[in-house]
Structures are given as C-alpha cells and as structure tokens.
C-alpha cells in the first residue's frame, strides 16, 4: 500500500492505493501542520481513524506533503511522528507547495500558484520546484490571499468605504463591533483564518460592482508581488490551487489578462490531479 496525503493546515487529505496503484481508500484527518498543532496528536489522530488503522501495517510507502513542512526541522519533527504511527513505511515529506506544482502540472514547465487562506507562487519545471519567492505571512504577505480579501473588507466596512447596500447587508449579517474585531486579529493565532472567513460575504455578493473591483485590485496586487518578479511569467503558463483561486476565477482571469499573463488551470483540491501526478511519474507500477 501506498499513501499520498495533501496536508493542509485544517485537514488532511489521505488516498490510499493497492499495489496495481488502484485507489483503495480514501479518508481524511485534522491537519498536521507543526506551526499550529502539537506533533504528540499526529499519532493519536491516525489510530483513531478506522480506515487508516486497517491498512496500518501494509503501509511501504507514505507521500505527505504538508504545510508547515518548508523547514528541515519541521518536516523532521513530523516524519518522526509518521514513522511511529506506520513503523513498516518509507516516509516521505514535502512542503504543500510541492504538492500543488504536482498537482497543476500538465507536462509542461508552469508557474504554479497557491491561493487560499494565504498564498504563495514557485516555478516547477516538472522535477523540481524553484521557490524565488518568500512566504511573508498575513502581515505583510498572501496578497490575493482569503485573508488578504478579509482585510480590505474590515477596513473598508469600519472606514465606512463599502457601498450603502453592502453596509447595510454586513451589519445585518455579521452585526460585528469594532470591540470584537481588534480582539479577533489582534489577540488570536489563527488571525488569517478568522480574517480569511469573511470571504463568505464577498463570494455571496461577488457580482456587485464593488467587490468586483476590490477583488480584481487584490487580484492584480498578487500577480504583480508574486508571478511577475518571475522572468518565466511571460511565457510560461499559470496555474492555480484553492478555494480563493477557484471561487475568483473569473476576477482573477480578467486580472491576469490584463498583464499579458496566460491563467492555465485552476484546481480547487489538489488530491486528484496529486494522485494522477505520481501513478504518472513517481511510482513505479508492477502489473
């Protein structure tokens, strides 16, 4: 048996496949992501799980490519934990953005594109995977990101910038105080996250004019701090995983139109083409 896990820092997606690389099961965890939760759950958290249990011991191979898992250290931490939940495994570990340059790729170098709860971008030319950009964080960073999307709506709604109708429509829906906000992104980890959920609005008011605008603007922000510093973004084509990319795809298209760029695919979960990508190139198949 063979795993290949999409490790997201909120879940993780599990496919499981026999030896003919037929897909045997497939299941899911919480996320693994070592900046956020403690590695001591990791083994506690596969034994639970009834399907991963019955396979545990037929385990040869794990492919887990995971948030969080950028750094030496951290990969090491979360290998050591895999290895003590599936002892008879070669373990594997990549950082997501590998998993998402497998995932967009359709047998051609390409600029491949995160945008969910944050983002990042990195050139793939089918092998390896350049990263000549880094990951800044909410802060500064994830422009185009869900929760950069959140930030501009806060500041435009507590500025009072945001069209009479969408104000109105906020207040009812959230009926947020500026009390709950400040103590929401300033005194809580998960900060993207809380900020990332307010997509929910814009998505279900995506065709109103403003938004459009906001989200094309935020769009523009991202390709222009992280595919354009790329000499290949000219040629090459653009690919894009997750959630933001796939609910904007058509804010995010008439963006890249606008540079000249070339928007190839765009995945919302990554785990089917990731399976697809390593029967075709990364496993070995005995019929």
Excluded at 49 to 75: D, H, I, R
Excluded at 251 to 269: F, P, S, W, Y
């Amino acid at each position: 048996m063979i795993a290949i896990v999409d490790g997201g820092s909120t879940k993780c997606d599990w496919v499981v496949l026999d030896q003919t690389g037929k897909v045997f099961l497939k299941t899911e965890t919480k996320g693994f992501n070592p900046n956020i939760i403690n590695p001591e759950l990791i083994v506690p958290e596969i034994e639970n799980n009834p399907n991963l249990l019955s396979v545990k011991n037929s385990m040869q191979k794990v492919f887990f490519y995971g948030s969080g898992c950028g750094t030496a250290e951290n990969a090491a931490v979360v290998e050591k934990e895999l290895k003590k939940a599936l002892p008879g495994a070669e373990i594997i570990i990549k950082e997501d953005m590998t998993a998402a340059a497998y995932a967009a790729y359709n047998g051609k170098p390409a600029i491949v594109c995160i945008l969910g709860t944050g983002s990042n971008s990195c050139y793939f030319d089918g092998t390896t995977v350049h990263r000549e950009l880094p990951s800044l964080g909410f802060l500064i960073g994830d422009e185009g990101s869900g929760s950069a999307i959140g930030k501009q709506l806060l500041r435009r709604f507590f500025m009072k910038k945001l069209p009479a109708d969408l104000h109105e429509l906020f207040v009812e829906k959230y009926q947020l105080t500026i009390e709950e906000a400040l103590k929401n992104m300033y005194h809580n980890p998960r900060a993207n996250a809380y900020l990332a959920n307010f997509n929910k609005f814009v998505v279900e008011n995506k065709s109103h004019p403003y938004f459009q605008n906001m989200v094309f603007d935020e769009m523009k922000n991202y390709l222009d701090y992280q595919v354009l510093p790329y000499p290949e973004a000219l040629h090459a084509e653009i690919n894009f995983i997750g959630s933001i990319a796939f609910y904007y795809e058509d804010i995010l298209r008439a963006a890249a139109a606008e540079l000249n760029l070339t928007v190839g695919t765009v995945v919302q979960k990554p785990i089917e083409s990731l399976v697809d990508y390593h029967l075709k190139y990364l496993i070995h198949q005995h019929h």
